[in-house]
Nanobody, 126 residues
Framework: QVQLVESGGGLVAPGTSLTLSCTAS????????IGWFRQAPGKEREAVSY???????????WYASSVKGRFTLSRGNAKNTVNLQMNNLQFEDTAVYYC????????????????WGQGTQVNVSS
């Protein structure tokens, strides 16, 4: 049973930073795709950033245009953990952030991963 456990959400002021973490368990292979999606109030869920877990070289991490240059996805120190470093947060970054994963990169890329975390709330407010 695959499980994704998120942490790190909270209330922050505009221009500040926050790091979200996601720990995956239950995958039978070390090769899978993992990343973050978000859903703002009244909007559809959208992809934020993701990558193939065993492929972290530059150029293979996908970012939404709205976060490119501000957000960084990386592996955490603990095995099967990924971190989303969010800098210069803006009001429009307010959303529930979901960790998502799938053995198929194509399904994750299409926005239809098999596995989702429970979500963590990020509020950017002055």
């Amino acid at each position: 049973q695959v499980q994704l456990v998120e942490s790190g959400g909270g209330l922050v002021a505009p221009g500040t930073s926050l790091t979200l973490s996601c720990t995956a368990s239950g995958f039978t292979s070390d090769y899978y795709a993992i990343g973050w999606f978000r859903q703002a109030p009244g909007k559809e869920r959208e992809a934020v950033s993701y990558f193939r877990r065993t492929d972290q070289e530059d150029g293979r991490i996908w970012y939404a245009s709205s976060v490119k240059g501000r957000f960084t996805l990386s592996r955490g120190n603990a095995k099967n953990t990924v971190n989303l470093q969010m800098n210069n947060l803006q009001f429009e970054d307010t959303a529930v952030y979901y960790c998502a994963a799938d053995s198929s990169f194509a399904r994750l890329h299409a926005g239809r991963p098999d596995y989702w975390g429970q979500g963590t709330q990020v509020n950017v407010s002055s």
